[in-house]
Every structure is written in structure tokens, then in C-alpha cells.
């Protein structure tokens, strides 16, 4: 089995649509000035200067203080202008308040990029919203390109540029972007401790406000030192951006994120369901995932993720062989890969033939294969467990869980030779195996010398059944991903109908939504299955739906640009069989609008026939002011918001992407068929869905839909209720997309990236 590691896994310098990264000549300095150097130890001007020095860096130095001749051995100058050349990065270490100027001069001189450390800008109110607009006005004019303010710095440990002076780093190819300084030096500690994974560079983007995570993410892509990109993300700034360059990268290099803010703090509002479950947590790591992105949930699992999907890439799929030397540690593992959504592969009757022959009579050779002290004289025969079960062509990945490379500590030292073989035979099927094997041992953290060798060979060893269990999830994951970015293409928008053009503008023109009757015609006129109605303006007008639709019980709901949620004013009634009962609904429901907003506008009553109980979902689409448009089905009816079974996917959206949704769906056996009722038609939900999707991407004045609820039937769907919400004068100064790059600051000083929590 190749590994990352022993290919070329440099990504070209051109993503489609960018520029090669500006980053390259800023994170790869051949000069660097410290403004703001310092002899006091305790001050970043000083630790800047030595860690360069200590890190043997081979380019120029330039400490920049008139009260210094020399700084470690490293002559310094008084200003910016006393240096000979223009530098490719100037790390700034003074106060906020002197930004403007030095900015301003190292625009003057030539400065590439500049790093602030600084903290007092939006994060402390209005005065420091000002003076942070005010520094990126003045590097924009000076064409200098700003890494944070208010960051924890930058090294590029191949380049030796260690701005940190961070200790017990080595060069290797995990490229970290932390919004969290302390989080890097967790993940520095880790990797000191595992004494194999290496650091490629380090960025804290801190407030980003010029250079985003789009634009670090970019420079991961094409850094041939980067094997793999690993983001700790608070807030993104353009998740659009980030989302299409991440669809351009994933599919050649893993990237790996750890994505705070599981709460719904500083959610938007928004008029309807599907507005309401939008910018949340779980819809960024959908969106993520879509990307192909592998999204950890736990900071710990973050480095053996990262050096997991370096050394081995990825899995074919999710079934998964547990070979183990004790019954216990298999059950253990047996039930975090099912946790996890992998499943167990069913191994042949061929296989366990095979795996008897070598193994005593009361080994378990069903899946988890126990060796049941087998190896406790002979560790070389787990070697033999791993080819035989790696050629079950039901096996996608596997697990060795137990005690290899102690088995010479806990029973006998002569075992030493056995277990060197067994690592050496692992080593070399392996490296003819696409079946990526992760090897769990309880001795990983006393590092024998078997578990070196494979360490050393590229094969991750883990101290934690959950690590090596997250590790196999992530690599199933990006060989599903993989394998999906080969299914057909998006579906193409649909053409727009002149005559809905005009609907929308006579509507934004009133300063309203869409009426439901609207709205379905919208639907209707783009292919989408709604049952015929009937808009009644007067009590005189019912006749109509008795001859239109007969004796069959109708439905029959308000029309008002008024009154969005009808149940809550009494604005539907149901099961209407006959005149009388549409003359009585009609006049309750009149009375209860006008109580429930005397204001209202009320434009008659919408009847249809009832139509007959199935599964209840919900298909919405939202605008939303970070990521663009977005895709949200879910369960649950009028329940959604309570049950949140919901799945995201980013627009445009494959066929593949909507049954992935359907599939998420902690619910999904409801759509299978329980308790004797039949399946749903899953394929006429997938059209309904990639329908809509199309019909968003045509009409940009849509803000929002709410198709909810769509009763699925096992021939079809019927769409119940369908609200479609435009854009309003604050929607428009957003682009065609949803999102807008911009400064990232709102007008209330909070960060622009705090809306998609």
C-alpha cells in the first residue's frame, strides 16, 4: 500500500477560478523584519528574533528598533527605511494604535505581508471596529496583505521560520490554520509525544480580516510539503468560497476541520422552518462533508485524523474486519465502529476456513476475529490474520486491536524476534494492499521497537480504540467522498418563466412574500407534482370548488401576505365535505384572521382536496449569509423544529448528495416502511428535491422555501403547504451566491463570522 507520504502529493498551483496563492512568497520568506524588536525576553520581539536564529532560518533578518545596534547576534536598524530591500514579511509587534502608520510604511517600501499581533480592535467595540477598518484601508492601499490582527503568529518549519519559537517542533507534513493559539500548542504537545508527526506551517488567522480561511486553506492545497490541511474554525467569513475551494482540493489532499460552536448562539432569525434550522453547526459540517472535508467532534481526535488520512488516504468503503487478541477489546471496538456508521464486514466462509488453519480451535473466526491466545506464543500469525482477511473482498479497512509489540513484555523477551517478523510481513503485504490497516496497541505509548518499524513504515499505531476507530471513520468517509465526485454532474438551473419574474417583481414591488397559490405555481410551472386548487375571493365563489372537485373532503386555508403560520390564527380547516361546511369554514376562518391580526391583508382562501396521511417531511431551502444557498430536509412534519432529524447539503447538489440526505436521517427507517406500511418513493422525493434546487438557482429573489409539510406516499408525494419568502432591500446586498466578501465587520462591531453559528 503506497502512502501519502511516498507520493508527490503536491497540489498545482492553480485552483480554477484563483490566482496561485499570494501566500506562497509571505509564508515562504527569504526576509523577514521585526518591528517591534526587543532585548526584553518576555516580549514577542525578542522570542521572534530567537526563534529564527535557533531555527537556523537562512534568510535576512531584520530587527527593527532605534534603541538596539544587535539583537542575538543579528545587526538591527532603526526604521523600515534603513533596511536595503523590500522585505517579503514584517511580523509588527507593537501596539495597536501604531498600526496605521507602520502600515502605511511598509506599503511605502515594498512589504509584502504583514503579521499583527496586536489585539484592541472590533473584538474590544466601536473604537477598535474603526481603527481595524482604518489599518486594512490603509494596507489595501499600500497593496500589503494582513495575517490576523490580534494573532498568535506563523512558522514554517521546512522554510526553518519559527515566529513562535515554539520548541520540539519537527518539519513534517501536517499544515495547521488555529483560530485558537493554545489549540496549536495541544496539538504541538501531541505530536511531541507521538514523536512521529511533523508540522509543515502554522498560521492563527486571528481576526481575518484581510487574509480569510479560503486563502489559507488555498495555500495548504498547492504546498507540496502539506500533506494534509488540518482548520480549527470558530467562524468563516465566506463559507461559500471556502466550501468551492475546498471541493477543489479535498478529492487530491485531505483536509481536516474542528468546527466550535455546537450551541446555537447567534443564530439568525428567519420566517420560516427551514430559515430557523439554517446557520447552525450541524448544517456547516454537512456542508463540509459535502465538500469532501473530514469533520472531527472532539479536539483530541484532531491529530491522529490528521496523521491517519496522511499515511493512508482513505478506505474503499465502510466495512470493517476487527482482528484482536482479546474478546473484551473486540467488543469494545465492535461497538465504536458501529457507533461511528461503519458496519462490520461479513466474512466469507472461505475466510474463516483459511483463518482456522492457523488458528487454535477456540478462536472466534466470525467478525471480530478473536485469536484467543494464538498469538501469545506466536505473534507472527496475526500477520497471517491480516492477508488472509484483507483479501475478503467484503473487508474494506482493518483493525488490529490488542497487545502487539508487548508480547515480549508481558510474557517473554524471546517473543522479540517473532514480533520484528510479524511487523516486517505486515509491513510488506501492506505495501501491496490497498486495505488501509490500523494498528491499536495498549503498548503504543512505551513505543516497542515492532510498533516503530510500522510507524516508521507508514501505518498509523494508536494508544486509543476510539482514535484508531475515528481514524477508520475519516478514511471511509473520503473514500466514499471519493467515489461520489465521479457520479454525475449538479443538475443545470432550470430556464425562468417570464411570467413568474413577474409574480416575484409585483411582489418585492409590495413588499411581500409570495402567496401559497404563488408559490405552488412556481412549482407547478417548473415540473414540480402539486394537486389542482382553487382561490376563492368571496363567500359566493364556493359553489366552484363543489363543482370542481365533487363530495370529496377538501382542505381550506387563508391567503394572506399577513398571516404566516395559518394554524396559529385558525387559518385552515380541514375535512370539509360539502357547501355548508365551506360557507362555515369560510366565515371562522374571516373572523379568526381578522382577530388574529386586524390589519391582515387578506386576498380570499385557498381549497384543495385533502390529501391522504403518509410521511410527513419537511423540503426547504435557505439563503444562508455565510454559506449561499442551502438544501435542508427533514422529518417530522409540524415537528420539525422539535425533532431537528434534518440533513444540509450545499446547492448546487448532486443526485448522490440528496440520497446521501436521506440517508442521514437519524429517521430514515420511516422512509424504509415500519409496522407493515409500505416504503415511500424515495426517487420521486430525490426529483422533488433536485427540482427545487434548480428552481432556487434560476430565480436569485428567493430568499427562502418551505415545502413543509410534503407528504410521501409509495407512489409519489403530495405537497401540502409551500411558502416561498423573497428577498427583501437587505437580502440585496448580498450577490447572486447568498454571500458577499467583505471587511467581515458588521455594523454592531461583532464579527460578520458570528452569523452562521
Known sequence: MQTLLERDSGLSAWIEGRSPSFLHAILNPDSIAIIGASADPTKRGYTAVLGLVEAGYQGRIYPVNPRLDTLLGVPAVATLDDIPEPVD??????PATTLPGILADCGR??????IILAAGFRETGEAGELLEARVLEVARQGNVRIIGPNTSGMFNLHKRVNLLALEAVRPGGVGVVSQSGNMLLALAMEAEHNGFVGFSTYVGPGNQTDVDFTDYLQYLGEDPNTKVAVLYVEGFRNGREFLDVARQITPRKPVVVYKSGSTEVGK?????????????YEMAVDLLRQAGVSVVHSSDQILPVADGLA????????RIAIIADGGGQ????ADRIVEAGLRLAELSQSTRDRLAE????????????DVAGTSDTNPEVLAQCVEIVAKDESVDAIMLVGMFGGYHIRFDHS??????????????FASQSDVPLVVHSIYAERRPSALQLLRQAGMPVMASIEYGVEVLRTLSERGVFLNRIRQPAPMPAVEPDLSMQAVFRRAIKEGRDLLEFEGKNLLRTHGVQVAHELVVRKPTELQKAIDQFGDEPLVMKVISRDILHKSDAGGVKLNLVGLEALERAYDQIMIGAKQYNPEADIHGVLIAPMARPGVEVIVGVVQDPVFGPVMMVGLGGIFVEVMKDVAFRAIPLTRYDAYGMLEQLKGRQVLEGVRGQPPVDKDALVDLIMKVASIVESYPDIAEVDLNPVILYPDGYAVVDARVITRKDDDALNNDSGTKK????KSDGAPKALLQE
Open 415 to 428: 517473543l522479540l524476534g517473532a514480533e520484528i517478523r510479524c511487523a516486517a510481513s505486515m509491513i510488506a
Open 330 to 333: 473486540a467488543t469494545i471496538a
Open 358 to 369: 492457523v488458528l487454535l480451535p477456540q478462536a472466534s473466526l466470525a467478525n471480530p476475529v
Open 109 to 114: 517600501l515594498g512589504v509584502k505581508g504583514a
Open 89 to 94: 514579511l514584517a511580523l509588527i509587534c507593537t
Open 311 to 318: 499515511l493512508l488516504d482513505k478506505a474503499h468503503g465502510r
Open 268 to 280: 439568525k432569525s428567519a420566517a420560516s422552518h427551514t430559515g430557523a434550522l439554517a446557520g447552525s
Open 742 to 745: 467583505d471587511d467581515g465587520i
